[in-house]
């Protein structure tokens, strides 16, 4: 049975039929066509699909859309505004906290939820924090770097790079 | 004069993945298309006495359903990329791996169908009607084993389950009787286990025949896109190469697995023709663990010998290599040409030899995988080292030194020439152990550690003192040793009118950064900005042609490529400059983005000839106009990185779980372009290294099922797993290329995980236990295990 | 992955609820190890009765000696509650344990109970806590001890059409303390065993012990060996580790490819020692 939906998508409110079993992660790919947001797993695991519904990170795979009726959704597109990139967008290029791509946006949106709850994290903190987002890439070195870079620009402080 | 090499330039790719905005197979949907379920044996060995579709073929949405009897028997599967000969001469046994089987599954995954529909939901859910009458049959899975008389056989004409057997080095009973000379003997059975690779990405591939102008294009999340093109067009489906594109797009990782044609490449472009639509295919997580290539899987018997003073006499490893059910690419090549010739390590070693059993069992494939076949040499090499230096009771770093190499350059002297068939091309041991032993802060830790034993804190460290090789070629030499494709690289040097410059680069990046890294080679050479460098790649109809991204090859080989494309540049540039600027080619310099007539004012900058040689009016006689090069590089030698790897460890007594104190890695990668980029390979290889020695392995049981495919049981590590890495490097350029450099993708991987071992063993040793080996991954309750004795 | 087709309903309150969860019905609250399992169709209901936005399910209040925690209070609702904190922070610590930050923010306490897995961190926290699970049915509403509760291999007391609606917990008192341990299986990070323990104090001996264990066994139970080992003991580190060796006794270890039986009854012992000794 279809269901009319009605959901903001990175600000913009949009009317979508979806059937009840279609997830979040493939409406907003596929019907959205907002491809940033992927899909790594089959177990709610590695984190690939993280995005913000009514401000908590949420793993998209593991909600339907019809869940989120009425919500608002912010996936990586709609995180910086039109002046560049968002901090912590940013501090993931200062610090190299991407090598393939594929679980930055997964990434970017886990460390969104971690900086708002935390400002000021211990590399210990921003660890845990990741527990639900796997990088095969970078061995997590330079993505913890890259949060630290965030955090401190977030706070009005001047990032300092390592590299 | 570097604006841009040896800078730590940030990455040009960045902004797309950053934004989402990255393209990756899965994120292109095709007018028409249509989407492809596989459905896959869930047995590891198993006839198939009939495949019922009709329910599938009603069910909602769906076009069309296919299995292996749709298919021609002309089209008998993927073929082997490198050919090894038995002892005896003998060609290796090359059963086919069909698209999709006919008669009997050989691994749990092997593909029966493949429903089509208009929807991935509704091909999911027409698969589930696909109704397949098994007859289960026993299976085998250990390598070993699948030797034995009387193991069931994966193919009935392969006796034995033998692939191949394969031997290098000194004749085995020289090496046999130094070893019996021997003063001590250290001996070891290892199992280097397998290892699922697990790119974040899953593998996704989209078939799309146009029938009006009879061509065919593949988008495929591959590190290698010409040669998926040769080998499905020539040796699959017997297509016109002219009539077939393949591009990989943006790649999501791959770590050797995407090097390999598939069956599901080749499935979607043939099922595409028979629908005439795109058909679109995208592996779930449990497919990926099933059927993208899996790595090691070594059972290996070694032996290294010692004489009184500690020096090493001599080394015979016995390996029985698994291949899986089917030979993937390169598969032949990783337990032999990357693995026995890499048995001399960085030490003097006078006599080796290595024996090599590769045999078939009912699992999934296994092939390249990040560093293939030297880090289980190096595994091998590293753990009898500290192994030895416990049982003699010596220094571990000290018997390392007392055995390396002396350092060579390449250049005054020549390289190094092993006893398993290599000559290293430059090296300096000494330099990086010490220097991980200055940072380690050596001599302070073993005192802690004796001070921590005291009080039943269990504090180790291992060491690994690796070589690894790189940039795999000439290949007139690899096409000796088996090869069936050369392993140069091209590059097409294109100056645009405006003296803006696309570079056709036949690598391709899976997240190694090509784009920002061959940039700045190429802006510096042509002393131009970074910006007006775009790098193209990935694409079988922009880019000439190309062998791809893998073994640390793509900026030795590569990047080399460029280089030679850009002097052909320079050199056409400088006669178009003479003819300028009324002056003697032999008379100009190239500097800054311009020619100058030596000791003069007068100079003409790149983009005015780049213009003149558009727009030819006031032109040298003779010249062609245009400024346009193509070159196809083929290196000497490969290149030899090292590096010297340290682990840290502490041990809880109680439940055996190991906890990773510190790594610190010193690796010479040759010259370095971008800094910043080499330390993320290096960090990213550490992690994958370390992954195996605590963290993962597949598992078959005793029936060939896969009992940890998934993330809830299969562990991938996390951030929370490391400490912070320490790394550092030392620089010793490769004397054979012109960039000087060696590569880094696979240092990371091949040096850490013995080091991440042997950590483990020095605490148990220090606290009373001599506990010889404990099977990777060193997951607590093996540790505890190991504790108990 | 794709989930089996359903039919998605989207109750306003517990009564609607209770009037849509026909047969081949299920609760959909979080979905967080329901819908995990009916992407790999493991699961396939028919119908998904949506209760996550019945706003008195998601309430977290208190009573003069109870805590109130609604069925459908997210794990990070509950971690980041100061009722439960100022109450009883070991179970917001708890909470904040479970999973990942994305778990914590939609899985909820009530489907956590009703999936029942034997490795899930609230049974034990719950069963340590003395904690009561409220349920209703057409019959009305009913209340029934953690330990009750469980009742097996993801098995509860929850009837058919039954739908959990709270969690009552004692609150704790000046004299009590509480701690809970859990040694992860290194994939999933589910307890391989997890270890609750509170203990009351008198005149430096333990009055009254109430240790809760998942992971070890085919469901959450309370250990009642190591309990009676520990009351009107001296409240110190022989005390614990004598206790702690009967842990698991009588009970049949789970078994797996991360842990044997013998690994797991080694690691209930030193778990428990270790959740003991942190309320020393």
Known sequence: MAHQISLTVNGKQQQLEVEARDLLVDVLREKCRLTGTHVGCDTSSCGACVVEVDGLSVKSCTLTAVQADGGSVLTVEGLAGSDGLHPIQEGFKEEHGLQCGFCTPGMIMTAKDLLARNPNPTEHEIREALEGNFCRCTGYHNIVRSIQYAAAKMRGETPVSAS | MSKYIGKSIKRVEDKRFLTGKGNYTDDMVLPQQTYAYIVRSPYAHAKVNGIDISEAQKASGVVAVFTGKDIPESIAGVPAGWQVNFKNGDIMKEPPHPLLIRDKARHIGDAVAVVIAESKAEAKDAAELVEVDWEELDAVTDPRAAAQEGAPLVHEDCPHNMCFDWELGNPKEEVDAAIAAAHHVTSLEFVNQRMIPNAMEPRSAIGHYETARDYYTLYTSSQNPHLIRLLMCAFVLGLPEHKVRVVAPDVGGGFGSKIFHYTEEALVIWASKQIERPVKWTAERSESFMTDAHGRDHVSEAKMGFDKAGNITALRVNTYANLGAYISTFAPAVPTY??????????????????????????????????????????????????????????????????????????????????????????????????????????????????????????????????????????????????????????????????????????????????????????????????????????????????????????????????????????????????????????????????????????????????????????????????????????????????????????????????????????????????????????????????????????????????????????????????????????????????????????????????????????????GHQVKDIRMPLIPERVWNAMQS | MIPSSFEYQRAASVQEALSLLGEDAQLLAGGHSLIPAMKLRLNQPGTLVDISRIEALKQISESEQHLVIGAAATHGQIAASALVQQHCGFLAAGAGEIGDIQVRNKGTIGGSLAHADPAADWPGLLIAAGAEIEMVGSGGSRKLKAEDFFQGFFETALAEGEIITAVHVPKMHADQRASYEKFAQPASRYAIVGVAVVLTFYDGSIREARVGVNGLADCAYLDTAVIAALENQKANADTATAAAQKAGEGKNPMSDHYASEKYRANLARVVTKRALNACL
């Open chain 2, 338 to 767: 990357l693995h026995g010739t890499l048995l001399q390590g960085l030490y003097t070693t006078p006599k080796i030899n290595v024996d090599v059993t590769a045999t078939f069992t009912h699992t999934n494939a296994v092939d390249a995988y990040r560093g293939a076949g030297r880090p289980e040499a190096t595994y091998l090499l590293e753990r009898l080292l500290d192994l030895a230096a416990l049982e003699m009771d010596r220094d571990p770093a000290e018997l390392r030194k007392q055995n390396f190499i002396p350092a060579f350059d390449g250049v005054t002297e020549p390289g190094y020439q092993t006893q398993v068939a290599l000559q290293y091309d430059s090296g300096d041991y000494h330099a990086v152990l010490d220097r991980g032993l200055e940072m380690v802060g050596y001599q302070d830790f073993r005192k802690e550690q004796a001070e921590a034993a005291k009080n039943g804190k269990y504090l180790g460290i291992g060491f690994s003192t690796y070589i690894e090789a790189c940039g795999i070629a000439p290949s007139a030499v690899v096409g000796a040793l088996g090869a069936r494709a050369g392993l140069y690289e091209s590059a097409q040097v294109r100056v645009q009118p405006t003296g803006k410059v696309s570079v056709y680069s036949g690598s391709h990046s899976h997240g190694q950064g090509h784009e920002t890294t061959f940039a700045q080679v190429v802006a510096d050479k042509l002393g131009i900005a970074l910006e007006d460098v775009e790098i193209v790649h990935g694409d079988s109809e922009s880019v000439a042609f190309g062998m791809g991204t893998y073994g640390s090859r793509s900026l030795a080989v590569g990047g080399s490529a460029i280089v030679k494309s850009i002097d052909k540049v320079l050199e056409k540039g400088a006669k178009i400059a003479a003819h300028k600027l009324e002056a003697q080619v032999d008379d100009l310099e190239y500097a800054e983005g311009k020619w100058t007539v030596k000791g003069t004012d007068r100079s003409i900058a790149f983009g005015d000839v780049s213009l003149t040689a558009y727009v030819p009016h006031d032109y040298p006689e003779g010249l062609e106009p245009g400024l346009d090069f193509s070159s196809f590089y083929d290196p000497a030698n490969f290149t030899y990185p090292f590096g010297c790897h340290i682990a840290v460890v502490e041990i809880d007594p109680e439940t055996g779980k190991v906890a990773l104190k510190r790594f610190v890695a010193v690796d010479d990668v040759g010259n370095v372009i971008n800094p910043m980029i080499v330390d993320g390979q290096i960090h990213g290889g550490l992690a994958q290294g370390i992954g195996q020695a605590l963290f993962e392995g597949a598992i078959y049981d005793d029936y060939g099922q896969l009992i940890n495919g998934s993330y809830m049981d299969y562990c991938m590590p996390r951030a929370d797993d490391f400490p912070s890495f320490e790394i550092d490097r030392t620089t010793t350029p490769c004397p054979h290329n012109p960039l000087g450099v060696k590569g880094a993708g696979e240092a990371g991987c091949i040096g850490s995980t013995p080091a991440v071992v042997n950590a483990v063993i020095d605490a148990l040793w220090k606290n």
